[in-house]
């Protein structure tokens, strides 16, 4: 591959490149060279995809595919397991973070004996045999699911069903799998659900929840399968209420904390807007809210209409909050930066007339690595406020 350009990032488009081997087929991994017919790198090429070269390596043309993948997951099973001790207090994190681990178009989520495979590239996924053998050096009794969202699987010309229709073979094969978090025992499904099936980057931030929740009556919407209310339970609150959309999330939520035996946290199945109107319109008041809703904002064309959605949301929950209450709100739109979300956050409390105090911003856990030349993978922006 000859570059008629390039950038920083080590996502290249296909206006970028000026001229492509006629023998490279979607999928593989190419050398790269600039303009100038200097060595420029290693990729993986998918013409059918926007970016069209996902750089691996700026290594000359001697690559070792073996070394290197193993290589980069023996760093990212290091991080997790010596540098941030992850294996004393949960068997459950994200193994590997995309490019902040070196591993364009895949994250790897360990739950337990389960490794989650979700691919946003086809070149990664081509790789799928050769990752799980590096991974069972690492993790000999692994069971492997692999995933990919439909539009990934549109977009990158990625298939996980065969011809016949099956679902792939390291898919089908995991049922539900029980898995801890500092105390805390939660059901999750590797091949259901939303993402991998759980959400490693908000332990911290669930931890923190817990820490500010005694004797307070807390309000968990978008709950998922009620991570932070579980957390807020075990903290000593006076009562907690989990609001999910999802049905089987809810009812998962439920099972959640019956098996933590949290009988003081009620899961209600409902959209999170109309619920908080109904509470405004009770006089339902609380004394600590998490708002972390689904990604509002994915693109550049729904940039508005999710702004829009972030400010009402944030307003409902102010308009529901005791004084002296805390907000804690989250946005997981990669293109909202946290400047721009502490605004729809002052825009929302100037609409509902209350005064809001920002007192800490927090973010994913730290095995949720950033590569330095992508800061968009700083995708979760978290706000911590106390409202009058």
Same mark, same amino acid.
Request: with cysteine; proline share 5%; net charge neutral.
């Given at each position: 591959?000859? @570059?008629?350009?390039?950038?920083?990032?080590?996502? *290249?488009?296909?206006?970028?490149?000026?001229?492509?081997?006629?023998?490279?087929?979607?999928?593989?991994? /190419?050398?790269?060279?600039?303009?100038?017919?200097?060595?420029?790198?290693?990729?993986?090429y998918n013409p059918k995809s926007l970016i069209t070269l996902r750089m691996l390596t700026r290594d000359g043309p001697a690559f070792d595919a073996d070394k290197f993948f193993g290589g980069c997951l023996e760093r990212a099973v290091r991080f997790r397991r010596e540098t941030l001790g992850l294996e004393a207090f949960t068997d459950a994190y994200r193994l590997v973070h995309d490019l902040g681990d070196g591993l364009p178009g895949i994250v790897i989520d360990r739950y337990g004996d389960t490794l989650v495979l979700e691919f946003y590239a086809l070149g990664m996924y081509r790789q799928a045999a050769r990752l799980e053998k *590096? *991974?069972? /050096?690492?993790?000999?009794?692994?069971?492997?699911v692999h995933r990919a969202s439909q539009h990934t699987q549109t977009m990158e010309g990625l298939f996980l069903e065969d011809a016949r229709g099956r679902r792939d073979r390291t898919e089908a094969a995991v049922p539900k799998s029980f898995i801890r978090e500092n105390g805390i025992v939660f059901e999750i499904s590797p091949t259901g659900g939303f993402k991998t099936g759980f959400f490693c980057d908000q332990r911290e931030n669930r931890a923190a929840v817990g820490a500010l929740a005694a004797g307070r009556r807390v309000l968990d919407l978008?709950?998922?399968?009620?991570?932070?209310? @579980?957390?807020?339970?075990?903290?000593?609150?006076?009562? /907690?209420?989990? /609001?999910? @959309?999802?049905?089987?999330a809810s009812a998962m939520g439920q099972r959640n904390a019956n098996l933590n035996q949290f009988h003081k946290l009620k899961m209600v199945c409902a959209d999170a807007f109309a619920y908080l109107r109904q509470m405004a319109d009770n006089k339902e008041r609380y004394g600590l809210l998490i708002l972390d809703p689904y990604k509002f904002i994915a693109s550049k064309d729904g940039y508005d209409e999710g702004r829009h959605k972030y400010i009402d949301l944030n307003r409902l929950a102010l308009s529901v909050m005791e004084p002296g209450g805390i907000l804690v709100t989250c946005s997981c739109s990669g293109m909202v930066s946290f400047e721009d979300f502490q605004q729809f956050v002052r825009t929302a409390a100037g609409s509902s007339g209350r005064k809001v105090q920002f007192f800490r911003k927090s973010g994913a856990g730290p095995d949720h690595p950033v590569a330095a030349e992508r800061p968009e993978g700083e995708y979760l922006k978290v706000l911590w406020c106390r409202v009058f």
């Open positions: 591959m000859r @570059l008629r350009s390039a950038s920083a990032s080590p996502q *290249l488009f296909k206006r970028m490149i000026d001229e492509a081997d006629p023998r490279a087929k979607p999928g593989d991994i /190419v050398a790269v060279f600039d303009r100038n017919g200097a060595c420029y790198g290693i990729a993986f *590096l *991974l069972r /050096v690492h993790y000999p009794n692994a069971k492997f978008c709950s998922y399968t009620g991570g932070f209310g @579980l957390y807020a339970a075990k903290g000593g609150a006076a009562e /907690v209420t989990c /609001v999910e @959309l999802d049905e089987d």
